[in-house]
């Protein structure tokens, strides 16, 4: 049984740090690509980060890069996304995503095969 859990949400200021973290159970980094997504209220689920099992793929969203980074630990079956400088438009849940070891288009939700529940991120100015 794949199990996500996303932990790190929280509420913050304009211009501080958050760092998220997703444990994994049932499935293995080293073989499968990671991602996060990220909803607000009202709005569609959207792409923020992804990884592939190598780490040669490194893929972010236009309005998070340069602020945030997506990394893994595969021997803690964990995945981080570190966000700096954040927004008061970051503000979101923050879920998990975990794929196959090959995705076709990693922007779309539908690629991806597992979700955990989600961690709230807010952002005030």
């Known amino acids: 049984q794949v199990r996500l859990v996303e932990s790190g949400g929280g509420s913050v200021q304009a211009g501080d740090s958050l760092r998220l973290s997703c444990v994994t159970s049932?499935?293995?980094?080293?073989?499968?690509?990671m991602a996060w997504f990220r909803q607000a209220p009202g709005k569609e689920r959207e792409f923020v980060a992804a990884?592939?099992?190598?780490?040669?793929?490194?893929d972010y969203a236009a309005s998070v890069k340069d602020r945030f980074t997506i990394s893994k630990n595969n021997g803690k079956n964990t995945v981080t996304l570190q966000m700096n400088a954040l927004k008061p438009e970051d503000t979101a849940a923050y879920y998990c995503?975990?794929?196959?070891?090959?995705?076709?288009?990693?922007?779309?939700?539908?690629?991806?095969?597992?979700w955990g529940q989600g961690t709230l991120v807010t952002v005030s100015s």
């Open positions: 049932g499935i293995s980094l080293s073989t499968t690509y």
């Open positions: 995503a975990a794929g196959s070891n090959q995705i076709i288009n990693p922007r779309v939700t539908g690629d991806w095969l597992y």
């Open positions: 990884i592939s099992p190598s780490d040669v793929y490194i």
